[in-house]
């Protein structure tokens, strides 16, 4: 995965006051912008907020939505919840690590998917469902996985897609 210049941060940091109350936002400002939290910004913080470091970590890793290790490009999340469950979801998850070769919870080697599991995304009608970033998917089936996936890797190579 490409490095990114952690430069950056410092403007994040400074869009809020050195104050705790906003930790889980500039902690969101940061996994949206870097895809996760890397460390040197999490040492960044604990001086900007003068927070101790394993109070960081645990924030950081209590909230699914933030995560201390990069991700992919493309962030695969496949919901998991009872509609989408006894749809079939769990054909779409095997599916998805039959053509990626990942698990849920893991990126692939050239940093380009990840693959979670959610509970409900609130489109129970359409199950089941999965988001690739901020991409919807309804009435997913395998063989609908393996177009999308191919199509994600098409649009990369044409570079067309962010
Ligand atoms: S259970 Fe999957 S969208 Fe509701």
Same mark, same amino acid.
């Given at each position: 995965? +490409?490095?990114?210049?952690?430069?950056?941060?410092?403007? #994040?940091?400074?869009?809020?006051?050195?104050?705790?109350?906003?930790?889980?936002? #500039?902690?969101?400002?940061?996994?949206?912008?870097?895809?996760?939290?890397?460390?040197?910004? =999490?040492?960044? =913080?604990?001086?900007? =907020?003068?927070?101790?470091?394993?109070? =960081?970590?645990? !924030?950081?890793?209590?909230? @699914?939505?933030?995560?201390?290790?990069?991700?992919?490009?493309?962030?695969?999340?496949?919901?998991?919840?009872?509609?989408?469950?006894?749809?079939?979801?769990?054909?779409? %998850?095997? +599916?998805?690590?039959? !053509?990626?070769? %990942?698990?849920?919870?893991?990126?692939?080697?050239?940093?380009?998917?990840?693959?979670?599991?959610?509970?409900?995304?609130?489109?129970?009608?359409?199950?089941?469902?999965? !988001?690739?970033?901020?991409?919807?998917?309804?009435?997913?089936?395998?063989?609908? !996985?393996?177009? #999308?996936?191919? +199509?994600?890797?098409?649009?990369?190579?044409?570079?067309?897609? @962010?």
């Amino acid at each position: 995965m +490409e490095l990114k210049d952690f430069s950056y941060a410092r403007t #994040i940091l400074e869009q809020y006051p050195p104050e705790r109350r906003f930790l889980l936002a #500039i902690l969101q400002d940061i996994q949206k912008h870097y895809n996760y939290i890397p460390r040197p910004i =999490l040492e960044m =913080l604990r001086d900007y =907020l003068d927070v101790p470091l394993s109070k =960081l970590y645990s !924030v950081a890793t209590f909230y @699914k939505a933030l995560s201390l290790k990069p991700k992919g490009r493309y962030v695969i999340k496949v919901c998991d919840g009872t509609a989408c469950h006894l749809k079939s979801s769990q054909s779409i %998850i095997d +599916e998805i690590k039959k !053509v990626l070769k %990942i698990v849920p919870g893991s990126t692939t080697g050239d940093g380009k998917f990840s693959l979670e599991t959610v509970n409900c995304l609130g489109s129970c009608a359409v199950s089941p469902v999965m !988001v690739i970033n901020d991409r919807f998917y309804g009435r997913v089936t395998p063989s609908r !996985v393996r177009e #999308i996936l191919e +199509e994600y890797g098409r649009l990369e190579n044409e570079q067309t897609w @962010k």
